[in-house]
């Protein structure tokens, strides 16, 4: 009864779904979807950010409370959740009011940092590990400089054609390897899916 | 020669902060001293570009833009949203906003009130429309939702109005209408468009991504799925550019806003693009991002320009001209703002065709970018000279 239960109903939703793309009668267009799907998923919505929010708050809290290695940092989580959250309910999130603020001043430029380390990474990757190592290597680093001088400026004054060749890059044996991926992802999702509609995969139901 | 080795080989180990510190070097120094570079617009740009312009005046078409992203990827995905709303609110196209991450939200606030600032009249629920954060459950529901009724899909703008009594949805129903969605990301851009929207609808969609993930959006932008791509940084320098040069253009005696004609017609300034206009040389005096103060006109030009501004600056604007090889020069930095009209000084400041901060800092970070990109080249070319210096030696040992 354990794994009866969710089965059917895993069978019984993905049969529904798939009926929902590609039968076109009223029943599962309007019926099911409109008025029964619709109100469900909006009334739901809201419970899925507390769910979120009530998850967050407990795992923060079982931290402090069991002095877990770094424990201290849970209390930036509770002290940044309550303050933003009293400034857009009481100041509203509009600009002028403190909620933007902490959003241009704060979360803005911590954000746009910690991506922007990115840069310096890679640069020292790129000096440290981009070698010629094998013939393929040398394709990859070729192509990664010249799709690297045609992303700027500079790139033109050195040659009209660099951006010509990057493009081609691009088109051709970037996009070949991309679709092949692609097509290899969405032939392996369909068959999970299959087999997960059918009931013979089983794992995500827990044990074996 | 066997110093050249030691050389190659000291800097193999060479401590990566060395390498940090010239890669901070190579962004800040042409961050704080921009020069005067030509991004090259690209076909996919360009795409985007053409299908937002061919909305230009029309009650009957808007753009949406999605903001699925936070903060952290906004120096490469903000300034490009600046640059279409910037080319929205110049040429008279209707614009939604939504997002489906809280994070987003804010950043839509911050984006609108940023280009709002130089185009007093354009206004909420007329000329745009924020449905602000719509939570990611709902991501289905609204895409589907919108190719029957938006208005009904969306209930709401972010201000808490009922949608269908906004004036901008006089002409827009759905996707019928707002046949163009750009959807902003730092990853998967786009996918659901894709899956419901253009497959369902027939919607027109194209997506702004960092540069790091372009590479995984060349499959649908060949298949025609996406109509056009903007690459990182480099995507938003060139869109700034187009709109510097075709939306934002109005030649002297134009006004700076869309008016009705003798006959009736709704007449938007700016001009339509054009490959053409883009090789000409006078455009590089369009896409200068030094600080311009010079507004320049032919004789006849500045004519006409006078007889467009009020009679009352007439007689200043006289006395401030100059004549250097046959044409007329104004310096505006000459001039003070309180003697002239409002409309006189905005129109005189457009003809400098200087671009204020906000609208070219995807050109002047482009430049930090051109300099730390030939810097990583070195880096590469160096780190394998001495690889392969140091493999002769061990090899010869």
Same mark, same amino acid.
């Given at each position: 009864?354990?794994?009866?239960? *969710? ?26 979807? !409109? ?33 877990? &290695? ?25 600009? /002028? ?6 959003? #241009? ?62 493009? %081609? ?36 139901? /827990?044990?074996? | ?8 080989? %000291? ?6 902060? %060395?390498? !940090? ?37 029309? @009650? ?29 609110? @110049? ?33 909420? /629920? ?8 719509? +939570? ?18 969306? &209930? ?26 750009? $959807? ?35 499959? !649908? ?16 320098? @060139?869109? $700034? ?16 806003? +869309?008016?009705?004609? $003798? ?18 040389? #006078? ?10 103060? #010079? ?7 500045? $004519? ?5 501004? *009020?009679?009352?600056?007439? +007689? ?25 009209? &409002? ?13 204020? =901060? ?28 001495? =690889? ?10």
């Amino acid at each position: 009864m354990k794994k009866t239960v *969710p089965l059917l109903i895993v069978i019984i939703g993905g049969v529904i779904w798939l009926a929902w793309v590609f039968v076109p009668h009223r029943i599962i267009q309007d019926v099911f979807y !409109y008025d029964f799907y619709l109100p469900w998923a909006r009334a739901m919505a809201p419970f899925a950010m507390l769910l979120g929010v009530i998850s967050l708050s407990m795992m923060h809290y079982g931290k402090i409370k069991r002095r877990v &290695p770094k424990w201290q940092y849970s209390f930036f989580f509770f002290a940044g959740f309550i303050v933003t959250s009293l400034a857009g309910f009481i100041g509203g999130t509009q600009k /002028g009011g403190l909620y933007m603020w902490i959003f #241009e001043n704060m979360q803005m430029p911590m954000s746009a940092t910690m991506f922007s380390l990115l840069a310096f990474y890679m640069a020292s990757a790129a000096y440290k590990a981009f070698r010629a190592r094998s013939p393929e290597a040398t394709v990859l680093l070729v192509a990664a400089i010249i799709v690297m001088l045609a992303q700027v400026p500079f790139g033109v004054k050195i040659s009209k054609y660099i951006p010509d060749i990057s493009q %081609w890059i691009l088109d051709v044996p970037n996009l070949a390897s991309k679709r092949g991926i692609l097509l290899g992802v969405g032939l392996g999702s369909v068959a999970t899916a299959l087999k997960i509609m059918l009931g013979i995969e089983r794992s995500y139901l /827990g044990g074996d | 020669m066997a110093e050249k080795k030691s050389f190659f080989v %000291w800097m193999q180990s060479l401590d990566r902060r %060395w390498i !940090y510190l010239v890669v901070a070097l190579a962004i800040i120094i042409p961050l704080l001293i921009p020069y005067n570079s030509d991004n090259v617009t690209t076909p996919p740009t360009e795409n985007v570009y053409q299908m937002v312009d061919s909305f230009a005046g029309r @009650e009957d078409r808007a753009v949406l833009l999605s903001f699925y992203h936070d903060a952290s990827v906004m120096p490469e995905l903000y300034p490009m949203q600046i640059a279409i709303i910037r080319h929205c609110f @110049e040429r008279n196209i209707k614009v939604f906003f939504l997002s489906f991450l809280p994070t987003g939200a804010p950043i839509i606030d911050m984006a609108i009130n940023t280009v709002k600032e130089e185009y007093p009249n354009i206004k909420s /629920g007329v000329d745009y429309c924020n449905f602000g954060y719509i +939570p990611a459950a709902l991501i289905v529901p609204t895409v589907i939702g919108m190719g029957d009724n938006i208005a009904t899909a969306v &209930p709401t703008d972010a201000e808490g109005r009922k949608t269908e009594n906004l004036p901008i949805m006089k002409g827009i129903t759905n996707y019928n209408e707002m046949n163009l969605v750009i $959807e902003f990301s730092g990853s998967t851009a786009g996918a659901y468009w894709l899956i419901y929207a253009r497959p369902k609808f027939g919607t027109n969609i194209a997506v702004g991504v960092t540069a790091v993930m372009a590479a995984d959006e060349y499959p !649908y932008l060949q298949t025609g799925q996406y109509i056009g791509l903007l690459c990182g940084l480099k995507g938003a320098a @060139e869109y $700034e550019k187009l709109v510097d040069v075709f939306a934002a253009y109005r030649t002297p005696g134009e006004p700076l806003q +869309p008016y009705i004609d $003798e006959n009736g017609n709704k007449i938007v300034p700016g001009r339509a693009f054009s490959k053409d206009i883009l090789k000409q040389p #006078e455009i590089k005096d369009l896409i200068k991002i030094t600080t311009q103060t #010079e507004a320049k006109f032919t004789p006849e030009e500045f $004519e006409l320009f006078l007889k467009s501004c *009020p009679e009352k600056d007439q +007689p200043l604007l006289q006395l401030a001209k100059q004549t250097v090889e046959g044409n007329i020069i104004i310096d505006v930095s000459k001039l003070d703002q309180d003697q002239l009209s &409002p409309i006189t000084w905005d129109t005189l400041n457009r003809l400098t065709r200087n671009t204020q =901060y906000k609208f070219k800092v995807a050109r002047v970070g482009m430049n930090a970018q051109s300099v730390a990109h030939i810097i990583m080249i070195i880096f590469i070319i160096l780190g394998n000279i001495g =690889y392969f210096l140091q493999k002769a030696q061990t090899t010869k040992k």
